[in-house]
């Protein structure tokens, strides 16, 4: 299974490693001055997930297997990192290589002009990795006019080369499903998932706007809330199971944006919380605990029912499970799975 990697990027000083440190329990540098991030701080995370938790309380579960992810603090970028300025490039590789971008971004800056600078880099950036495709395609689809992939390839490349040539980031919601793998083959950093951040100064401890694929939250006081437990938490007036769950839709937002799934396993060594592709039938699901578990069937129960019943014996007893072919049933998010070999 590859490891989802998920990048913070923004400008200098924009809280990237306050949130970095926050989510993750460790110490990146933390200064008042550009490039206090001077090589990417990486991290494994197990995802919060507030359901999970609570059913694995219900049932008495001694062990939970998370499913994990890498977060990346990616150094903050300057204009002009397009060019180098800044160690810009070396930067700009690594945000190459992540899956979804948290672009950070500060309430107390010019929000307008702080994500202007942050895209025009990242479209100059993106224009440098279009040079050659750009010019092979174009002489290709020249010498071979009555090629239709050719001349499609050449029409989707240009736009996006002239497009990222005025500094700007082509709308990938206007690109056809089956015309996406030509520009993803090039790795555009213009083409992945982003999540707009605005880190806040005062109040708004985490709100997440699913439409908008928005989240507001204030770095430094997750921060200093991180090394808190439940009763300390009570003292300062916030229910721990309403962070969870605000950390929860947190990460929900990611999780959707790059078209992931959880799903859970109930057994005897305890509860397991899986990650997958949105459109993995149960048979991908299987594979995925074991590279040798292949089910023929799954039985299913949804989070609600396990969560009231608490086990499968009495799910099957209460008739709240189903059994389906597993290369035929596609898991809904949060269902709770047991494969049938």
Not at 88 to 100: D, P, R, S
Not at 297 to 309: L, N, P, Q, T, W
Request: glycine content about 6%; charged content about 30%.
């Amino acid at each position: 299974m590859t490891m989802l990697k998920i990048g913070l990027i923004g400008l200098p000083n924009a809280g990237k490693s306050t949130l970095f440190n926050a989510l993750t329990g460790q110490s990146a540098l933390i200064a008042n001055y550009p490039f206090s991030t001077v090589a990417t701080n990486k991290a494994m995370l197990n995802i919060p997930d507030e359901p999970f938790e609570r059913l694995a309380k219900k049932i008495s579960a001694e062990d939970l297997k998370y499913s994990q992810i890498e977060l990346w603090d990616i150094a903050g970028l300057i204009e002009g990192a397009s060019e180098g300025k800044g160690l810009g490039n070396e930067f700009l590789g690594q945000i190459k290589e992540c899956n979804v971008l948290l672009q950070i971004i500060r309430d107390d800056h010019d929000v307008e002009n702080d994500e202007r600078i942050l895209k025009q880099e990242v479209a100059y950036f993106d224009h440098s990795l279009l040079q050659k495709p750009f010019e092979k395609n174009r002489h290709l689809s020249r010498v071979y006019p009555n090629d239709k992939q050719y001349v499609l390839n050449n029409k989707i490349i240009t736009r996006f080369y002239e497009e990222t040539a005025k500094g700007l980031i082509p709308d990938i919601d206007k690109v056809e499903d089956n015309d996406m793998p030509v520009i993803e083959e090039f790795g555009l950093i213009g083409a992945k998932p982003w999540i707009k951040i605005i880190n806040v100064s005062s109040g708004r401890l985490i709100e997440t706007n699913k439409e908008t694929n928005t989240i507001h939250l204030n770095a430094k006081e997750l921060l200093e809330l991180s090394d808190f437990n439940d009763e300390e938490l009570k003292t300062v007036g916030i229910d721990s199971t309403i962070l969870r769950t605000k950390l929860t839709d947190f990460f929900e937002i990611i999780l959707n944006t790059y078209d992931q799934k959880i799903f859970y396993t109930i057994g005897h060594l305890g509860i397991g919380q899986w990650l997958i592709h949105k459109d993995s039938n149960a048979l991908d699901c299987s594979l995925l605990l074991h590279e040798e578990l292949e089910a023929n069937s799954v039985r299913v129960a949804s989070f609600e029912d396990a969560f009231k019943y608490g086990s499968w014996e009495s799910l099957k007893k209460a008739g709240k499970s189903k059994v389906y072919r597993a290369s035929k049933y596609i898991p809904k998010n949060r269902d709770i799975l047991e494969f049938i070999k």
